[in-house]
């Protein structure tokens, strides 16, 4: 990359940025240069050992772009094409979990359906759920989790990552 375009990209995205070429053009046309993608894969906390003792909806923390991407640099999930989440439940009551999205993580709202987690019955592994948030055919710019128990635990603990690739 040249210095007149690295001026024109905030110091996030050019750390991130890396060069993609592309294979011949199927139609005959030769090669047809490439294009700059993101590497935004990686992992996020959503909820980080969330003790639920109520049946209030509890909104999943947000992942921003002040966190560092595996290779330690900042990155933004809006990039990120396909993400899913994984959930982990420690509590004694079943939890739903609603996936959420926005477009500027202020205003969210509910798409796809509610997974239910299962009640954990105190020995051996804890319940787990994975959600597909968004594919490639699906692209959802910030997304979420709700969790919401109908009748509240006891004890145990919701935990849940976003994992991202872009």
Same mark, same amino acid.
């Not at 980080?48 to 330690?72: F, K, R, Y």
């Not at 990120?80 to 994984?86: G, L, N, R």
């Given at each position: 990359m040249g210095s007149s375009f690295r001026s024109q990209i905030s110091p996030i995205n050019h750390e991130q940025l890396r060069? @993609? +070429?592309?294979?011949?053009d199927q139609n005959g /046309?030769?090669?047809q240069g490439g294009s700059l993608v993101m590497s935004v894969f990686g992992e996020d906390v959503l909820f980080n *050992?969330? &003790?639920?003792?109520?049946? @209030?909806?509890?909104? *999943?923390?947000? +992942? /921003?772009?002040t966190n560092p991407n595996p290779e330690g640099t900042p990155y933004d999930q809006v990039y990120a094409v396909q993400k899913t989440a994984v959930l982990e439940s420690t509590l004694n009551q079943s939890v739903s979990v609603q996936p959420m999205w926005s477009r500027d993580r202020v205003n969210w709202y509910a798409f796809? $359906? &509610? $997974?239910? @987690?299962? &009640?954990?019955? /105190?020995?051996g592994v804890a319940q787990t759920a994975v959600i597909a948030l *968004? $594919? !490639?055919s699906l692209y959802l710019p910030y997304v979420g989790l709700q969790a919401t128990c109908a009748?509240? !635990? $006891?004890?145990g603990t919701l935990s849940g990552w976003l994992e991202r690739l872009g």
């Amino acid at each position: 990359m040249g210095s007149s375009f690295r001026s024109q990209i905030s110091p996030i995205n050019h750390e991130q940025l890396r060069w @993609v +070429p592309r294979s011949d053009d199927q139609n005959g /046309g030769g090669n047809q240069g490439g294009s700059l993608v993101m590497s935004v894969f990686g992992e996020d906390v959503l909820f980080n *050992s969330l &003790a639920i003792t109520d049946t @209030v909806a509890h909104m *999943s923390q947000t +992942p /921003g772009v002040t966190n560092p991407n595996p290779e330690g640099t900042p990155y933004d999930q809006v990039y990120a094409v396909q993400k899913t989440a994984v959930l982990e439940s420690t509590l004694n009551q079943s939890v739903s979990v609603q996936p959420m999205w926005s477009r500027d993580r202020v205003n969210w709202y509910a798409f796809g $359906t &509610a $997974t239910a @987690v299962n &009640a954990y019955s /105190g020995s051996g592994v804890a319940q787990t759920a994975v959600i597909a948030l *968004s $594919t !490639p055919s699906l692209y959802l710019p910030y997304v979420g989790l709700q969790a919401t128990c109908a009748t509240a !635990p $006891t004890s145990g603990t919701l935990s849940g990552w976003l994992e991202r690739l872009g």
